[in-house]
């Protein structure tokens, strides 16, 4: 172990030589993880940048839809994750067989609920189009009816994807998924290119690249997964035999953390017929500030994934006093990152509002939004969301659920109706009831986290 390890001791010197992750190792977690999520970030600004030239209703249409895609992918995230922790608690216990079986639950199970929400939205557009969205333009309808048709097909294959990177990280390989990812989002952004540049198409232009990248991510990362000489690998087999004990060991973590994503998610998807309200230049003001937002929380979001991988090993070896010690140094280096990327944004922000080729009163919304929410995700996103994280790892999805959801329907909610429509502040209003959200949550995280009752908690 480094010498650097034995920094931060309370009370004379601590001996961590024989702790689960030195600095080597979490160097070699974490850094992938910041590439991936920066890909993903980077090319949902092409993305958008790319269909911007079509026109605000295309970026508009495009924006609506993105937010019902992430709402149900959360669903099979949040099961990823689940699975995730159970196959990283069992390789905590040295228990590789169980981790494997894990492994193979949870591709299949993830593969039959994304199939399940596939067909859910096909039969329901309608209902998502016309009642979901509320009254939005035609051009606007045309551009998310295009794109919805299209993108939803990709549901499976962004579900398999997700599965099998979450298993890569279990076992502390996230530059697996990191390739996969660069390869995912280079066929992406270049068929963007080529079907919007080249063949001057609208909605199906981002479409149909996207449903093609994830195909490909899909069949790689399975294919790779399915290598019998990996730690954890899947069973090579066509033929689905479920486990009912695996699988409620899964869901105790995957069904909590799925409602608190889905919900958080919904809660945006219910506040969007608000901002429909405010007219086709508060949506476009709101989409471009969810991809620039999604830019400043880049390094919460790696630091994230490679948390949960960590602590639950550590809870999986019954090391509680590495639970604590992992968790203070992430959240450290958690804030240090999202720091330094928000100085970078703020300063390249008006090159960046000018890149979207925003119209006046579209760009002077966006850079007050932006403005607050880079305040507000510096001093307090990560315990708001990292923090949970270990909650999360130690198998106490259950409050954090709670915690969440209560915290989102009062604010999130009720207040983007009374900050936003009731006090006349429109789509900033709406910003302001979300960071809300946040500091009740953080006060409330921290609260469950320094009682210590998450560390009584048991999965396997």
Not at 73 to 95: C, D, E, M
Not at 144 to 164: C, E, K, Q, R, W
Not at 205 to 211: F, H, K, Q, R
Request: aromatic share 10%.
């Amino acid at each position: 172990m480094e010498k650097d390890e034995a920094d931060g001791m309370e009370k004379g010197k601590v001996d961590r030589s024989h702790y689960l992750f030195d600095n080597k190792a979490l160097r070699a977690l974490i850094l992938p993880l910041v590439v991936e999520q920066l890909l993903a970030v980077l090319v949902g600004m092409a993305d958008s940048i790319m269909i911007a030239n079509v026109g605000e209703a295309a970026v508009s249409g495009v924006s609506l839809v993105d937010n019902i895609m992430v709402l149900f992918i959360n669903v099979f995230a949040a099961l990823a994750t689940g699975g995730a922790v159970i196959v990283g608690q069992y390789l905590g216990q040295k228990r590789t067989e169980q981790a494997c079986r894990a492994s193979t639950q949870i591709v299949w199970f993830i593969l039959l609920i994304s199939l399940a929400i596939m067909a859910l939205i096909y039969f329901g557009k309608g209902f998502i189009l016309n009642v979901v969205f509320g009254h939005i333009d035609a051009d606007v309808m045309h551009h998310a009816d295009v794109y919805l048709m299209i993108v939803t097909a990709s549901i499976p294959f962004i579900a398999l994807y997700n599965a099998g990177a979450a298993i890569f990280r279990a076992m502390g390989n996230s530059k697996v998924s990191m390739q996969v990812s660069v390869l995912m989002n280079i066929i992406n952004v270049c068929g963007n290119a080529v079907l919007i540049y080249g063949f001057h198409r609208g909605a199906e232009g981002v479409a149909i690249p996207t449903l093609v990248s994830r195909m490909v991510a899909a069949f790689v990362i399975i294919g790779l997964l399915s290598n019998q000489k990996l730690l954890v690998h899947i069973d090579r087999t066509l033929r689905y035999h479920p486990d009912g004990r695996m699988i409620r060991r899964i869901l105790s973590i995957g069904v909590p953390n799925g409602l608190e994503n889905s919900m958080f998610q919904l809660g945006k998807i219910l506040v969007l017929s608000l901002v429909s309200s405010f007219g086709t230049f508060a949506i476009a003001a709101n989409a471009v500030c969810n991809v620039v937002a999604m830019f400043e929380i880049l390094p919460g979001m790696a630091l994230n994934l490679a948390m949960t991988t960590v602590i639950a090993q550590c809870v999986g070896a019954g090391a509680y006093d590495q639970v604590k010690y992992y968790t203070k140094k992430l959240m450290m280096m958690t804030y240090a990152g999202i720091w330094m990327i928000n100085i970078v944004i703020v300063l390249l922000l008006p090159v960046i509002l000018r890149a979207y080729n925003l119209s006046d009163a579209t760009a002077d919304i966006s850079r007050q939004i932006m403005y607050f929410h880079t305040i507000s995700c510096m001093l307090i996103w990560p315990f708001s969301f990292s923090l949970p994280c270990t909650l999360r790892a130690a198998g106490d999805a259950q409050v954090t659920m709670y915690i969440s959801l209560a915290s989102m329907w009062i604010c999130r909610i009720v207040f983007s109706y009374i900050f936003g429509k009731y006090m006349g502040m429109g789509v900033f209003g709406v910003w302001v009831a979300m960071v809300l959200d946040w500091i009740v949550r953080s006060i409330f995280m921290i609260i469950r986290y320094r009682s210590g009752k998450w560390m009584l908690k048991k999965v396997i």
